[in-house]
Antibody, heavy 115, light 112 residues
Framework: QITLKESGPTLVKPTQTLTLTCTFSGFSLNTSGVGVGWIRQPPGKALEWLGFIYWNDDKRYSPSLKTRLTITKDTSKNHVVLTMTNMDPVDTATYYC???????WGPGTLVTVSS | DIVMTQTPLSSAVTLGQPASISCRSSQSLVHSDGNTYLSWLQQRPGQPPRLLIYKISNRLSGVPDRFSGSGAGTDFTLKISRVEAEDVGVYYCMQSTQFPLTFGGGTKVEIK
């Protein structure tokens, strides 16, 4: 059974750095072709893709956020970590981690950016 | 970036009646490997998205057969043959042919 779950702060201040962890089970990020990544959804709005990391450490980022994003993996812990710098209130959203084929999603975590 | 445009924005459907959602991409979604990476996702209220259909018309295991996808190139359609109460939610098309992945703006399906 494949599961993913996001964890991290629910509230961050403007200009701070957000760090979210995706903990997954039921598959390995050492398996060829497998990727895990992040998608976010501001309240009441559509989905926005942030980036993926693949089994071979290939990383793909949204061009509009690339300078602020870093995605890393720890295959021994079954973790994928999202780091987003210089947070702003417009970054308030539910952040989802998901398999790169979109077949499996975590429940999401709402991150609010406010002073 | 490939822009995905969905219509309508919302659709109120009588139970048991069909529903149809259109998705148009700003450029062809045919990949160099010959596949077309167009997917449909359902998001029920308060839930994460759920993948229903991938590569235009392939239903994920467990997805009811009242959901079907069709289309080619830049024009795609999701059809629900007979809407049930559990189908209420927002539906998104998504392209993964080219980075960055992009989503349509969503179509809200509700019961009339």
């Amino acid at each position: 059974q494949i599961t993913l779950k996001e964890s991290g702060p629910t509230l961050v201040k403007p200009t701070q750095t957000l760090t979210l962890t995706c903990t997954f089970s039921g598959f390995s990020l050492n398996t060829s072709g497998v990727g895990v990544g992040w998608i976010r959804q501001p309240p009441g709005k559509a989905l926005e893709w942030l980036g993926f990391i693949y089994w071979n450490d290939d990383k793909r980022y949204s061009p509009s956020l690339k300078t602020r994003l870093t995605i890393t993996k720890d295959t021994s812990k079954n973790h994928v970590v999202l780091t987003m710098t210089n947070m702003d209130p417009v970054d308030t959203a539910t952040y989802y981690c998901a398999r790169a084929n979109a077949a499996y999603w975590g429940p999401g975590t709402l991150v609010t950016v406010s002073s | 970036d490939i822009v995905m445009t969905q219509t309508p924005l919302s659709s109120a459907v009588t139970l048991g009646q069909p529903a149809s959602i259109s998705c148009r991409s700003s450029q062809s979604l045919v990949h160099s490997d010959g596949n077309t990476y167009l997917s449909w996702l359902q998001q029920r209220p308060g839930q994460p998205p759920r993948l229903l259909i991938y590569k235009i018309s392939n239903r994920l295991s467990g997805v009811p057969d009242r959901f079907s996808g069709s289309g080619a190139g830049t024009d795609f359609t999701l059809k629900i043959s007979r809407v049930e109460a559990e189908d209420v939610g927002v539906y998104y098309c998504m392209q993964s042919t080219q980075f960055p992945l992009t989503f349509g703006g969503g179509t809200k399906v509700e019961i009339k």
